[in-house]
T-cell receptor, first 111, second 114 residues
């Protein structure tokens, strides 16, 4: 099983739609979880951390399910500017601050 | 001004040439990282450094070397570039002294080896 797995997509949605991505991770002792956003040929940018209780930042909601070892990202009221690749990122329990990146899920929002 | 800068932003070179990619940060973070990104393969860690005296190999360090000249500077060298080192290279930083593991990336260097 790969360390971090994501559906590569693309997810094609119209403006205003709600879309959700899931990500699974293999190491049950992983400690920290993040979603990053990456625009084409640009650097990854931290979108939000993911907390056990779930957390929301505007139109974005992240959830963590430790029992099933998956993380989700929900985007409400999609904007054209949300078109990007979303990377699921996990901090494995190595005691160090290295991160394991998923390969990303591509989102395309159309008018 | 960007907190993490990389130079050059684009570079085309020939097989066998020595190349150095540089990374500087003004974030005051202690940890720095070098990644490469290839289509379909995602981000892969090349080297990382927890402080000036600490250098660690990542998953794909063969063919690369690094130098942490100061807390704010971390350079990546390709001693003898080969075509399969053509990729997008990113530098990243994190502030572990604050207990944080989230990483912040520079804008990237697009390297082409002919």
């Amino acid at each position: 099983r790969k360390e971090v797995e994501q559906d590569p997509g693309p997810f094609n949605v119209p403006e205003g739609a709600t879309v959700a991505f899931n990500c699974t991770y293999s190491n049950s002792a992983s400690q920290s979880f993040f979603w990053y956003r990456q625009d084409c040929r640009k650097e990854p940018k931290l979108l939000m951390s993911v907390y056990s209780s779930g957390n929301e930042d505007g139109r974005f909601t992240a959830q963590l399910n430790r029992a099933s070892q998956y993380i989700s990202l929900l985007i409400r009221d999609s904007k054209l500017s949300d078109s990007a690749t979303y990377l699921c990122v996990v901090n494995p329990p190595s005691g160090y601050s290295t991160l394991t990146f998923g390969k990303g899920t591509m989102l395309l929002v159309s008018p | 001004d960007a907190d993490v800068t990389q130079t050059p932003r684009n570079r085309i070179t020939k097989t066998g040439k020595r190349i150095m990619l540089e990374c500087s940060q003004t974030k005051g973070h202690d940890r720095m990282y070098w990644y490469r990104q290839d289509p379909g393969l995602g981000l892969r860690l090349i080297y990382y450094s927890f402080d000036v005296k600490d250098i660690n190999k990542g998953e794909i360090s063969d063919g690369y070397s690094v130098s942490r000249q100061a807390q704010a500077k971390f350079s990546l060298s390709l001693e003898s570039a080969i075509p399969n080192q053509t990729a997008l290279y990113f530098c990243a930083t994190s502030d572990f002294r604050q207990g944080a593991v989230a990483q912040y990336f520079g804008p990237g260097t697009r390297l082409t080896v002919l």
